[in-house]
């Protein structure tokens, strides 16, 4: 199942572009050390994880929630969820988790097991949210989706975007990613290759970046760098806080859809039959050649913290896996 990205424009894309290799890319060790800990059926998929020290959610079909406390080694699954829908998003602040998806679906929860069922007016597809300490919330989507929530994802109210000043007849792009900076400044990317940034809170919005191919991610590393990645494997960086962008090589033609940065500086992306790491900044990307990663779609990818004294990454996707890699 394709939900998170099969969008309209890009529903045909992605049939072609899932068989594609890796040309290109320095190969990682096959000894890579996988833990797979969770597994759905064929037919499930997980899209999204987040985590809050070493609290974490991830969500997929079916109204799919499973949580871990510890880091990302063990994972039970929440019995409960009140909607069927799929779930496409997910994020957490303390004991506040706010989940959301297809059809305007939002679930909100005060302890991250017990959630209430709400909408959202117009039905959105919501692909992507950021929450602060403070409990406001921002959520994007299909269309030029942008929502702002002030009360941990309660209510919801809709952020305006002039987009016949920003796309080619005013088209309304998919938006896949927004970060909130502790600062309060917001990154938005999204299909046409779409970086724009607000510095008042989606009052008024910048645009940074423009191009053919569709940005899927976003990450901000702990030095403030900021990098994208997308489609034909794309990866673009910022030193200056999203105001100016230049192109990386990440060796790969497929499509990226996750990527974060470590907080000793490593970076790990993740897309359609792929993991990619890099260790100097995405200055060289070397891939995963692990059967498992071949064989899977490795949707969204997180930092469970460390766990026996290595930063652990978790990933989750197709058959909703969850995987759990110990850097060393």
């Known amino acids: 199942m394709l939900i998170k990205l099969n969008l ?7 049939i072609g ?23 759905g059926t064929a037919h499930d998929m997980l899209y999204d994880v987040t985590f809050d020290g070493k609290n ?15 880091g990302g080694v063990t994972w039970s699954a929440e019995d409960g969820v009140p909607t069927d829908l799929a779930l496409l998003a997910v994020v957490r602040s303390g004991n506040h988790c706010i989940a959301a998806g297809q059809a305007g679906t939002v679930l909100v929860s005060s302890d991250c097991k017990h959630w209430t069922l709400g909408h959202l007016a117009g039905d959105p597809r919501v692909l992507n949210m950021a929450l602060t300490a403070s409990g406001t919330a921002y959520a994007v989507g299909g269309f030029g989706t ?49 970086v724009l940034t607000s510095a ?12 053919t191919d569709s940005l899927f991610a976003l990450a901000i590393a702990p030095n403030g760098d ?33 990527v974060i940065a470590l907080p000793d500086g490593r970076l790990v992306a993740s897309g359609i039959h792929t993991v990619l790491y ?22 969204e990818v997180a930092y469970g913290g460390e766990v026996s004294g290595h930063p652990n990454v978790v990933v989750v996707g197709s058959d909703a896996t969850i995987t759990s890699i110990p850097m060393q």
């Open 146 to 194: 942008v929502l702002k929530s002030t009360d941990w994802g309660q209510t919801w109210s809709p952020l305006a975007i002039d987009w016949s000043k920003i796309t080619e007849d005013g088209a309304q792009p998919h938006l896949y990613r927004v970060h909130v900076a502790a600062d309060g400044g917001l990154t938005i990317v999204g299909e046409f290759g779409l």
């Open 8 to 14: 309209g424009r890009l529903a045909s894309l992605f």
């Open 278 to 299: 890099s260790d100097d900044a995405g200055k060289i990307w070397r891939a995963d050649t692990t059967n498992r990663v071949k064989l899977g779609w490795d949707q």
């Open 56 to 70: 974490g959610l991830a969500v997929g079909n079916f109204g799919l929630i499973a949580e871990t406390a510890d």
């Open 17 to 39: 572009i899932a068989a594609l290799g890796l040309p290109g890319l320095v190969s990682a060790e096959e000894t890579t050390d996988h833990a797979l800990v969770f597994h």
């Open 200 to 211: 008042d809170m989606g009052k008024t919005w910048a645009v940074r970046h423009k191009g």
């Open 226 to 258: 900021i990098y994208a990645a997308g489609q034909e494997g794309v990866m673009i960086k910022s030193h200056d806080q999203g105001v100016t962008w230049t192109d990386l090589d990440s060796g790969s033609k497929t499509v990226l859809t996750s």
